[in-house]
């Protein structure tokens, strides 16, 4: 059963970093590329960032660019997004989901607040 | 940037209704590769959520018949045949043939 499971979310003050974990189980990890996309509390979806199952490949979205950093650990089965200069705009629930949308986690809560 | 327009924002169906769910492209959404890469999503309440048709047409593991997308280029609809109960919430468009991915701003299905 693949499973997609967040960590790292809590509440951080204006201009500080976070780092996100997503664990991946039940796949291959390293075949798949990978996405982190984010809900602000009763709002709509928005992509993120994206990066290839070797790391060759890599996106962000505008509003995120300079300041966040997407990578993994293929020999860990794991995604991580670094977060820096965090924003209250960035305040969301962050899931990751495997290439194509078929599969999400559940998503880790940030808060961003002073 | 892609803009994905979603019509209606809200709908209110009863049970056994059939209803369609429109979006709507700002350029074509066909890859180099020839595919189409417009899929829909639906986030049930206080879910994550879930692949309902992936490349305009297919039906994501495990999603009933019910379910059909259709469309092209620009022009892409979701139609759920005899509405269950089970399938409220938000249905999301997104396209994921032009970096950045957008997502259309979502359809909230209500029973009534």
């Known amino acids: 059963e693949v499973q997609l499971v967040e960590s790292g979310g809590g509440l951080v003050q204006p201009g500080r970093s976070l780092k996100l974990s997503c664990l991946a189980s039940g796949f291959t990890f390293s075949n798949y590329g990978m996405n982190w996309i984010r809900q602000a509390p009763g709002k709509g979806l928005e992509w993120v960032a994206s990066i290839s199952s070797s790391s060759s490949y890599i996106y962000y979205a505008d509003t995120v660019k300079g300041r966040f950093t997407i990578s993994r650990d293929n020999a860990k089965n794991t995604l991580y997004l670094q977060m820096t200069s965090l924003r209250s705009e960035d305040t969301a629930l962050y899931y990751c989901?495997?290439?194509?949308?078929?599969?999400w986690g559940q998503g880790t809560l940030v808060t961003v607040s002073s | 940037d892609v803009v994905m327009t979603q019509t209606p924002p809200s709908l209110s169906v009863a049970i056994g209704q059939s209803v369609s769910i429109s979006c709507k492209s700002s350029?074509?959404?066909?890859?180099?590769?020839?595919?189409?890469?417009l899929h829909w999503l639906l986030q049930s309440p206080g879910q994550s959520p879930k692949l309902l048709i992936y490349?305009?047409?297919n039906l994501g593991s495990g999603v009933p018949d019910r379910f059909s997308g259709t469309g092209s280029q620009k022009d892409f609809t979701l139609k759920i045949s005899r509405v269950e109960a089970e399938d409220l919430g938000v249905y999301y468009c997104v396209q994921a043939t032009h970096f950045p991915w957008t997502f259309g701003g979502g359809t909230k299905l209500e029973l009534k």
């Open positions: 490349q305009v047409s």
């Open positions: 989901a495997r290439r194509g949308f078929a599969y």
């Open positions: 350029q074509s959404l066909v890859y180099s590769d020839g595919k189409t890469y």
